[in-house]
């Protein structure tokens, strides 16, 4: 049974700087790796709660929009430094809640820090442009305005990066946020905004809701009505994704979604194989597959494939997978629902594709107990590391993203086929090739469908300061991250300033000429 402890934080939403007090029966949040440990008991909103959040935000919005860009820079600035201090509490959280190995909550709690470095120097920029114009004594220039109210929805397997990578920039460029953090991570989402509002991010400015799907949704579109929320900012499902754009479609706002991904790695005929290896296998199963960029098919050439597999099968026979405070490939899933959901696709996939030799609908080629496990299997949500050989397009496998440490393997003759193959499934978020001939790399890169192509290097592993954002079934075209994220959280205002004294008309004052 879980069970509550001194360490067990007791959260609630934080609404206009006020933290409201929970109403009704509180969930548990618990250790994956260790189901016993409650890391946190957390309300859960209603509807009217969200509303509430965006009414309060929308009308905090246009004060914090006056407080001149350099000036928010700073605040985001001093959110970069309370991170960079709690760095390692922080990272311990997102081990606790989540589940992924420490050395990556490290990384993702730094990618938090990039992407405040970054943004801090944008509050001095933030450009727009001067623009000359068709007639005399005018001069045109372009600004980049607040979008207004945002509401950010986020996943738990990246439960601060992901979510620092809408805020921060949205926070820089004068928006107002109701943040609702996964069910699963309400823990690191709490933490997250303690420390906004420590760095000095005003009351109202930034607010937390704790909210499950439902409530969430109904939230959403009441906020929408009333006029209170401005754009949906959403990392999950496509299947979710595609709801929230129509309801945005409705009140005629783009969304921002980052959604799945089924990622293809090609490893041509001349790749160093090694390397493929170490590739294909973070890929494949860092964070238990979870990612969003986790690999999900690899397309070998046919002259080497047989050796890339058996390479490959190794590898992961040897990985030690288990407790993630230990130096592991991968810890537990992040819930028990996660684990079943891929045990459940396991058992179809050991059904339809555990056929010996056929080659049609591929063989599972690594499902042996572990060699090396680190901690008691029974204490969290492990999952097997599978690979399943000779998929192919019409597979089940081809298609689904599985979010789980499984990947399907398959043979190509010539890069046209490759990439045919790579794309083939319709999700556009990650992908990666490996060769040593720029020629193949170029010819992938040019014909992949994709938001991120990596050449001799995995397919997770993205930088903060590069777009991120997929297209086809991974999101509708947005990115994150970088400048480009600012087209996402902004929107262009020209203004037109004639001081000729007389009143000139563009497109039909030819005097000039
Ligand atoms: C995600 O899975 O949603 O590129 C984000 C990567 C990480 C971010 C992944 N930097 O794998």
Not at 47 to 63: I, K, L, M, P
Not at 298 to 303: K, L, R, S
Not at 304 to 328: K, M, Q, T, W, Y
Not at 457 to 476: I, M, Q, V, W
Request: with cysteine; proline share 5%.
């Amino acid at each position: 049974m879980p069970s509550t402890s001194s360490d067990t934080r007791v959260l609630s939403h934080l609404i206009g700087g006020q933290r409201v007090a929970a109403t009704g029966e509180l969930l548990d949040s618990t250790n994956p790796a260790q189901r016993t440990d409650v890391v946190a008991r957390f309300p859960m909103a209603s509807a009217e709660t969200f509303v509430d959040a965006c009414r309060v935000a929308s009308a905090a919005q246009a004060g914090w929009a006056a407080v001149p860009a350099p000036v928010r820079g700073q605040v985001i600035g001093a959110i970069g430094q309370l991170v960079r201090a709690n760095k390692e509490a922080l990272s311990r959280l997102v081990t606790r809640e989540m589940g992924k190995p420490y050395a990556e909550s490290l990384g993702e709690v730094q990618e938090v820090i990039d992407t405040c470095d970054f943004f801090l120097g944008e509050g001095r920029r933030l450009y727009g442009q001067t623009v000359p114009s068709e007639v005399g004594d005018k001069q045109l220039f372009t600004f980049r305005r607040p979008v207004g109210t945002i509401a950010i929805v986020t996943a738990s397997n990246f439960p601060i990066a992901v979510p620092s990578w809408y805020i921060i920039p949205a926070l820089l460029a004068g928006n107002s946020i109701v943040w609702k953090p996964s069910e699963l991570t309400p823990a690191i989402g709490d933490a997250f905004a303690e420390i906004m509002v420590r760095a000095g991010v005003p009351a109202g400015v930034l607010n937390l809701v704790h909210a499950d799907g439902p409530s969430t949704s109904d939230g959403l579109a009441a906020a929408l009505e009333a006029g209170t929320l401005d754009k949906i900012g959403f990392t999950g499902s496509t299947e979710t994704g595609r709801k929230i754009s129509e309801l945005s479609g409705r009140y005629l706002q783009t969304p921002i979604l980052e959604l799945g991904g089924k990622n293809p790695l090609v490893v041509a005929a001349d790749a160093d194989l090694d390397l493929a290896v170490e590739g294909a296998l973070f890929g494949s199963f860092g964070t238990a597959g979870q990612r969003c960029t986790s690999t999900g098919t690899i397309w070998v050439h046919a002259d080497v494939h047989d050796e890339f597999l058996s390479r490959f099968s190794a590898a992961v026979e040897n990985a030690v997978i288990g407790d993630p405070s230990e130096n592991v490939l991968y810890g537990p899933m992040i819930s028990e629902t996660y684990l079943h959901r891929y045990e459940a696709f396991l058992d179809w996939i050991a059904d339809h594709h555990k056929v010996s030799g056929s080659g049609s609908t591929g063989q599972i080629t690594a499902d042996a107990p572990r060699r090396g496990f680190v901690g008691d299997p029974s204490d969290g949500f492990y999952a097997h590391p599978v690979i399943v050989d000779g998929i192919k397009p019409g597979d089940e496998l081809y298609a689904k993203e599985t979010f789980g440490p499984l990947v399907g393997v398959g043979t190509y003759t010539d890069i046209a086929e490759a990439i045919e193959l790579a794309n083939g499934h319709g999700y556009g978020l990650s992908s990666a090739i490996y060769t040593n001939d720029p020629r193949t790399a170029f010819t992938f890169a040019n014909g992949i469908s994709a938001g991120m192509t990596s050449v001799n290097n995995s397919t997770s592993g993205a930088e903060a300061h590069l777009p991120f954002g997929g297209n086809g079934k991974s999101g509708n075209g947005s990115r994150q991250s970088g400048i480009w994220v600012l087209d996402a959280v902004t929107q262009w205002q020209s203004l037109n300033w004639d001081y000729s004294g007389k009143l000139q008309k563009a497109q039909m004052d030819t005097t000039v000429l």
